[in-house]
Nanobody, 130 residues
Framework: QVQVVESGGGLVQAGGSVRLSCAAV????????IGWVRQAGGKAREGIAC????????HYADPVKGRFTIYADNARNTMYLQMNSLQPEDTAVYYC???????????????????????WGQGTQVTVSS
């Protein structure tokens, strides 16, 4: 069964950093690309980053470009999201998911394709205080 388990969230001050982990269960990172999305209270899920390790090119949504980095550790079968220069508007529940339907990871000015991926994990809360 294909599953992912997110971890690493918490409370951080504005300007700080957090690293989120997405452990792949029942598949390897070479099987599917991985995407990260976030959902703030009362808002729709927002795709923020994706990476297919077979292609090796990450893609980011504009709000996180230059601050967030998605990368893989194949030995641990885990995808990470390093988040730097965090701001209160980054406060959200963060989810990861594999691209089991083959949507692909590419640059899209309207919406990062990760928003279409699935199945999602349980999510991890990131709260940025001002």
């Amino acid at each position: 069964q294909v599953q992912v388990v997110e971890s690493g969230g918490g409370l951080v001050q504005a300007g700080g950093s957090v690293r989120l982990s997405c452990a792949a269960v029942g598949f390897t990172l070479n099987d599917y690309g991985i995407g990260w999305v976030r959902q703030a209270g009362g808002k729709a899920r927002e795709g923020i980053a994706c990476l297919n390790t077979r292609v090796g090119i990450p893609h980011y949504a504009d709000p996180v470009k230059g601050r967030f980095t998605i990368y893989a550790d194949n030995a641990r079968n885990t995808m990470y999201l390093q988040m730097n220069s965090l701001q209160p508007e980054d406060t959200a529940v963060y989810y990861c998911a594999p691209d089991t339907q083959g949507y692909g990871c590419y640059d899209d000015e309207e919406s990062n394709p990760s928003v279409n991926f699935g199945p999602w994990g349980q999510g991890t809360q990131v709260t940025v205080s001002s």
